[in-house]
């Protein structure tokens, strides 16, 4: 007689693995929203300076980004380029790599539309007491950019969190992973453990991004108010 379904999910050590393999899903996206947001800052203020040649070239790496499937880009990082290079990445690296330059892509994006919507006379007031270039950035326009970068990156963040379901394909350990391993080796005694596997890393994923989302959402109706 089959087992209980639900009896998977604390069988030998699966609930143990599936939580290992969620941290590894989130310390992946945490590394790559570290870097990706710090390089989107750069890159965002970049788009900002009065230089076509600069403005298309990272028009372009936004757009290769955005354009290109994550799924594409994970193969192209980890199996295509290692070999033509000689590079030798472990499958987290190349997930983190990928991942924080597609944060970086769509964080520049988020941070020249914030930097392009501060008030033309705060701009003015900042060059009226002498401030440079950096200065102004720095004290005056990234400061007044931050409530309005704020709701988007929140959601950035979700998407990445969601996409980390995509790392099974580059044999990350992530908790897809191991649920799908824990799926196939308790098969015959679990007919049904599927439903309970992906019910509990469903739970999982919802947890980490739900709070996010709500966030994101009084973060949005707050400005709209203050608007």
Not at 20 to 38: N, Q, R
Not at 115 to 129: D, F, M
Not at 133 to 150: C, E, K, N
Request: glycine share 8%; net charge positive; proline share 4%.
């Amino acid at each position: 007689m089959a087992h209980s379904g639900i009896n998977i999910l604390f069988a030998g050590t699966n609930f143990s693995r599936l939580l290992g393999g969620l941290w590894i899903s989130a310390k992946i996206s945490i590394v790559a929203l570290v870097f990706g947001i710090a390089l989107g800052i750069f890159l965002g203020a970049l788009r900002t300076v009065k230089n076509p040649i600069l403005r298309v070239i990272l028009r372009l790496y936004l757009e290769f980004f955005r354009i290109v499937p994550t799924v594409a880009l994970l193969f192209l990082f980890y199996y295509i380029l290692p070999k033509n290079f000689n590079v030798n990445l472990n499958a987290q690296a190349v997930a983190m790599l990928v991942f924080a330059l597609w944060v970086g892509a769509e964080m520049s994006d988020i941070v020249r539309g914030a930097l392009i919507s501060v008030p033309q006379h705060q701009r003015e007031a900042g060059i009226a007491i002498g401030l440079n270039g950096p200065q102004l950035f720095r004290y005056v326009l990234l400061p007044q950019a931050i409530g309005l970068m704020i709701p988007a990156t929140i959601n950035l963040m979700t998407r990445v969190i969601k996409t980390t379901s995509l790392l099974l394909l580059i044999s990350v350990m992530d908790v897809i992973n191991i649920g799908q391993q824990i799926i196939e080796a308790n098969r015959q005694h679990y007919p049904d453990g599927a439903f309970w596997v992906y019910g509990l890393i469903f739970i999982l994923y919802f947890l980490l991004c739900y709070p996010l989302s709500a966030w994101a959402r009084h973060l949005e109706r707050r400005q709209n108010n203050n608007a």
